[in-house]
């Protein structure tokens, strides 16, 4: 018969193993066993990315959702065309006033003028001068027109239809700048030209509306002028006693060259719309070219041209007449 101890151990032993048995089946299930003092099991890294973006991710949406919310949404509207209505009221017609026309600038853009077949100059009769220190007709201002122009009336005739209307050696003529171009050469001289270029000159000049311009110029070889006229000149203003004195001093000398005066009028700012020119003189054909070339070089204006005493240089006037749309006339010598 064995020892009563014996049986004791071996049945604690069996208890003990049953114990640990199941010790490691339930450690088994709840995953390794931490230490105390051990290092903290750290959660895998995959975990943490996606606990991180949530964390990151709902708070944006979240103000994205409140921004867009307030956005209003925006629809197309339908528009329709706006019409502006107006009430019209016919006036019953009233007879109509006749006045004179104010005096006011026009358009640079009003033609001047007397036209003249490209043919053939158009020759025109003078009129009959008066002695010196007659006083001279002039027909200027707003008028019906009549004489060489287009049509009558106020418009293309001349002395009408608001441009400067005035009369030199008989040839009436329109424009709001006015050149007059005269010759002072020593031919000049004879008879009493020179005094009759002094009176008809001062009556067209002074003879134009107050709005008008012109430029004088007496040229033999070389260009001299009244004072303040060598340009374009609006005759509001302008000192007639001056003008006269100046024109009382003037002598006739040198040759007759009329190219320098041209180019000093076509050389401004301001084309003109007419152009008075008179000569005694037979004129270089070379400068008539010179001339006609000026004139062409931008808008083109009517020259008048007047031969005074002599018809030496008839042939070269009536060609500058014929192609600018101008007139020849032929002044005979005055009484002494």
Request: with cysteine.
């Amino acid at each position: 018969m064995g020892s009563p101890w014996v049986g004791i151990r071996s049945e604690r032993t069996t208890i003990l193993r049953v114990h640990r048995t199941r010790r490691k089946r339930v450690q088994s299930a709840a995953g390794p066993r931490q230490e105390i003092g051990a290092p903290p099991v750290r959660a895998p890294r995959l975990l943490r990315a996606v606990l991180l973006g949530v964390a990151f991710s709902v708070p944006f949406h979240l103000l994205l959702v409140g921004v867009l919310a307030l956005i209003p949404i925006l629809r197309p509207v339908a528009t329709e065309p706006e019409f502006e209505v107006f009430d019209v009221v016919l006036a019953a017609p009233t007879p109509l006033e006749r006045v004179a026309a104010p005096s006011t600038e026009l358009a640079d853009d009003m033609p001047a003028l007397e036209a003249a077949g490209p043919e053939e100059p158009l020759m025109a009769e003078a009129m009959p001068l008066p002695t010196q220190g007659s006083p001279i007709p002039i027909e200027s201002g707003f008028g019906s027109g009549t004489g060489t122009g287009a049509g009558a009336g106020a418009g293309d005739g001349f002395g009408g239809g608001g441009a400067g209307g005035t009369t030199f050696f008989g040839v009436q003529g329109t424009g709001r700048r006015v050149a007059f171009i005269v010759d002072k050469s020593g031919s000049m001289s004879r008879g009493n030209r020179m005094d009759r270029a002094r009176a008809e000159v001062t009556a067209a000049v002074w003879g134009l509306p107050d709005y008008a311009k012109a430029c004088v110029l007496f040229y033999d070889t070389t260009i001299i002028s009244p004072p303040g006229f060598d340009a374009f000149t609006r005759l509001r203003g302008a000192s007639r006693e001056d003008f006269v004195s100046f024109l009382a001093q003037l002598r006739p000398s040198g040759d007759t060259s009329p190219i320098g005066a041209f180019r000093r009028v076509f050389g401004q700012g301001e084309r003109p719309d007419l152009v008075y020119f008179l000569s005694d003189g037979e004129i270089n054909p070379e400068e008539v070219d010179a001339i006609l070339a000026l004139n062409a070089s931008g808008r083109p204006a009517v020259i008048h041209c007047i031969a005074l005493g002599s018809d030496a240089g008839k042939v070269q006037l009536q060609r500058v007449a014929a192609v600018s749309g101008g007139s020849f006339t032929f002044v005979p010598e005055g009484p002494p």
